[in-house]
C-alpha cells in the first residue's frame, strides 16, 4: 500500500484572536487600553502541528471541518500560504475560534467559542478511510468530532498520535484519546501528583507505547519501555516571548524524530528544543523552527 502522507493531522483548524494584557489573572476594570494591540489570526492546534511537521520537511495533510465564514477563510489562506494539503467538510456552525490572553510573562488563557461545533458534528468515514491509508501516521486534535474518527483509523492500519492538552488525568472526554493513541502527549499543567502516575496510567488503560508529559521550563517527562526518564529543559536561542504554540511544535519534533527513526529518548529532545524555540516567536507570528536549526541545536547540545 502506498503512503504518500508521512502525517495526516485530524481536527484543531481555527483562528485565535490575540489579546496582550497587563497581568493574568485580569482584574476586573470598565475597558483597558491593549498594546501592542489586538491580532486575529488562523491557527490552532491542528494548524500549528501540521505547519511543524512541513517546515521539518514531513509530507502533511490536514482534515478538519470549516465554515463558510471569514474565520475559515483565514484558515484556507493559512495552508495556501504555507502549502500545506488540506481537506475542508463543511462546519455548519462555522470554524473554531478561540480569544487567548496573553499576560506579559508569556502565559496564555484561552477562551473558546463552543459555539463553533455540534454533537451532530462528524468527518465523512470515506474520507478519513482514505486519507488514512495513503498516510504512515495520523495526529488527532482533541477537538469535536475528531473522537468519532479513531476507530476507522485504526482499521485503516495507521499509528496514532493525540495532545490531551491540560488534560487534568480524570475527564473521560481527554480519556477516549488517551486510551486510543499509539504515542500521549500532555501537559503537567492540570496534573496533582507525580505526572508519572498519570502517564503510567495512560499506558495501562489504553494502548500508548509512548507517552510525553511536557513541563514548560522543567522540560519534559517520557514514558518508554515501562520507564520514566526527565528530559531536560533547553536554553531558548533568545528571550522568551510567549508559550503560545510550544507545545504544538514539541508534539511536531518528537513525531518528526519518532517517524526518522530516532530513539524515543532523542525525539523528545527534539521536542524540547522545538518547543523553546516557539517561546520565542510572538503569538502573532508563524515561525516554526526549522529542520536545519533543530538538527544544528540538536548536534550543539548535549543529548
Not at 11 to 19: F, K, Y
Not at 203 to 209: K, V
Amino acid at each position: 500500500m502506498s503512503r504518500d502522507i508521512d502525517v495526516l493531522v485530524l481536527g484543531g483548524a481555527g483562528v485565535d484572536t490575540i489579546v496582550h494584557v497587563p497581568e493574568l489573572p485580569l482584574p476586573y476594570a470598565d475597558s483597558y487600553m491593549i498594546d501592542p494591540g489586538i491580532t486575529t489570526r488562523a491557527g490552532q492546534t491542528g494548524d500549528f502541528v501540521a505547519l511543524g511537521l512541513s517546515t521539518l520537511g514531513l509530507r502533511t495533510h490536514h482534515l478538519d471541518l470549516l465554515g463558510a465564514d471569514p474565520e475559515g477563510d483565514l484558515v484556507r489562506a493559512f495552508h495556501r500560504d504555507h502549502a500545506i494539503p488540506l481537506t475542508e467538510v463543511p462546519g455548519p456552525a462555522g470554524t473554531k475560534r478561540a480569544v487567548n490572553l496573553v499576560g506579559p510573562d508569556g502565559r496564555r488563557l484561552s477562551l473558546y467559542d463552543s459555539t463553533r461545533a455540534h454533537p451532530e458534528d462528524r468527518l465523512p468515514e470515506p474520507t478519513v478511510r482514505a486519507l488514512a491509508e495513503a498516510s504512515r501516521h495520523a495526529h488527532v486534535s482533541i477537538t469535536q468530532p475528531c473522537a468519532h474518527a479513531l476507530p476507522t483509523l485504526r482499521e485503516a492500519g495507521v499509528t496514532i498520535s493525540t495532545d490531551l492538552h491540560n488534560w487534568d488525568g480524570k475527564n473521560p472526554y481527554q480519556e477516549e484519546f488517551a486510551r486510543a493513541a499509539d504515542i500521549v502527549f500532555l501537559s503537567t499543567t492540570a496534573l496533582t501528583g507525580d505526572p508519572a502516575r498519570t502517564m503510567r496510567a495512560i499506558a495501562e488503560h489504553g494502548r500508548a507505547e509512548l507517552v510525553v508529559a511536557t513541563a514548560g521550563a522543567k522540560g519534559a517527562y517520557l514514558l518508554a519501555d515501562d520507564e520514566v526518564t526527565h528530559i531536560p529543559p533547553v536554553t531558548p536561542p533568545s528571550p522568551l516571548i510567549d508559550s503560545n504554540g510550544a507545545g504544538d511544535a514539541f508534539a511536531a519534533a518528537f513525531l518528526y524524530g519518532w517517524l526518522n527513526r530516532e530513539t524515543p529518548q532523542r525525539a523528545a529532545f527534539y521536542g524540547t528544543i522545538a518547543g523553546a524555540h516557539a517561546c520565542t516567536v510572538p503569538s502573532t507570528e508563524a515561525g516554526p523552527i526549522t529542520r536545519g536549526d533543530l538538527l544544528t541545536r540538536a548536534g550543539a547540545a548535549p543529548l
